[in-house]
């Protein structure tokens, strides 16, 4: 192993370096997404003229996102979540078609730094042996860096990078199905006749604290954790009174997973210290020893309970939500060849869904169809279907929108073939939201919420909906709550929510401030939330700007497109009057006649 400063690159190493940049970005899982082409063509041309170390966030998101001066990555996650999705497409690729590449490009967790490595042996390495279960708590606390693999030359780029293996979401999915039970399961023993579900044991958290008094407070975390992941429908978890025996104990956790009769193990500690609090958490594939997902929690302990709830919250929507990591790591093992082709379909068709435009649209409608065809009965395929015409009829994206009563009854038939979805329900109500029907819509979306509550995306969309409908203290308190689950899930329709609402209380530059973390600034929905903001702080030059990218999306856009626009968003007509204020005050309509007058 030796570590090349990054500027050490021979012009023989550049060109191999080049030629496995131009690979990547002509594979399947990069060609239609330009975005994330820019980002990797960045860092590694950076890396490769010396500048690697001094990649950051900001520079990214100025350079390849095209934020304004004044970005703040604490505030807009742009760049943290689509370097979590190039991580998950240069393994994919790896995976895939560049598994016999003769070299290699990651880009490591914690770092903008691409990590090159030289290949010596394509040959497929053995498989770690088990570790024993403690193990895994010490090197989430200690964030132990990853071992190097041996049939690798690697040339470290920039400074060791401390990581934790983990993985991740396929295709960091927005549109993840969360599958809940309102009312925890009875929860079951070793022994007992088994329902053919993935199951879990949750093993009680390690008390770092040095304080035995403390126990009750990580026994708390483990039992609330327990409880709440036993409302997943598909998921066994085991009794408390069956993991607890284990406590303080270490066992191989092949062993323990065998003896338990589980696929999963999932531990963590909890160290309390003064004010701080923090929390780590693995899941462990009993089968192969290795850590599947890792994650840690630092947090202020002013009010100890909602701390605890808030950290439960998280770590149960991470692994059991649905396209989580257990359902992710089933999903390849427990279908059948034509579901399996069909569920590969809707995972390609929302990879292309991340970045919206006419092609990209049309790609994942024609992977869902295909999708259908293969598996007639998959409601995932169905749903995302629905959520796809609802994209098109928002965005303008297809050419010959689906009428909303079809788009209820394609995600209908999804509820139907899978009650139990909570995303299903999510897609249901947006269906009957567009198609004005709002008692319908308050229905599904009471059963979603209660299906799937830790699905933050999905809590953010019907939040949006509900404060646009008129609730705006409604949604935006269930927005609010959506964000402190998962902020990168519910970015785009919490801060809509909060900024929409900031503007019609007045409060014109924190609307400013919150329109400015979308991470969907090029949309057309963005630039019409943009103008009545801009019109009433007096910015012209920046609302023309605005009006002019409006134009180039549709040249007949006039003063009542704006208010057909509201109209398609349920908007009451004196929140309308409120918006189109702002708009005319921008002087981007000249002389055109307000509508009605």
Known sequence: ?????????????????RE?????????????????????????????AGRGERIKGYTIAREVFDRPEDFDSNVDPIVRMEAARLRDRLREYYEGDGCNDPLRIDLPKGSYTPQIEFRQNVATPPKSPDRIAAESVVAVNDEAPLSPHPWWKRWQIGAPVAAIVMLLLVGGMWVAASRWQTEPKELVEPGQSLPDVPAVAVLPFVNLSGDPKQD??????????????????DLRVLARNTTFQYKGKVENASKLGHELGVRYLLEGSIRRSADRLRV????????TGADIWADRYDREMADVFLVQDEIVGQIVAKIASGYGVIENTEAKTRKSPEQLQ????????????????????????EFLRQAIALDPDSARAHRELAWLAVVGLINRLDETPMPPEEIAAQAMKAVQLDPADGRAHMVAAAAYYFNKQLASF????????????????????????????GDWARGVALAERANALNADAAAGWYNATLYLNYYLTGDYERALEFIRRDPSQEALYSYIDYLPILGQLGRKEEAREKWQKILGEDPTWTAESF???????????????????????????GAEAKPGR
């Open 442 to 469: 308050n229905d599904e979306a009471q059963q979603a919420m209660a299906l799937a509550p830790y699905d933050a995306e999905s809590l953010s969309i019907i939040a949006y909906m509900i404060a646009t409908s």
């Open 563 to 589: 208010v057909k626009w509201y109209k398609l968003w349920n908007i009451r007509d004196e929140d309308s009057a409120k918006f189109m204020e702002g708009i005319y005050k921008t002087g981007v309509l």
């Open 280 to 287: 780590t958490a693995q899941l462990i594939d009993a089968k």
């Open 216 to 233: 009750y407070f990580s026994d708390g975390i483990t039992e609330d954790i327990l409880t709440e992941l036993s409302r997943a429908r």
């Open 1 to 17: 192993m030796t570590a090349i400063p990054s500027g050490s690159f021979s012009q023989s190493d550049q060109k191999s370096v």
């Open 342 to 365: 069909a569920y590969d379909l809707v995972l390609r068709a929302h990879d292309v869904m991340w970045e919206w435009n006419h092609e990209n649209f049309r790609a994942a409608r």
């Open 20 to 48: 496995e940049l131009d690979r990547i970005l002509k594979s399947t899982a990069f060609a239609q997404s330009r975005r994330r082409q820019r980002f990797l063509e960045y860092i590694v041309n950076e890396t490769l």
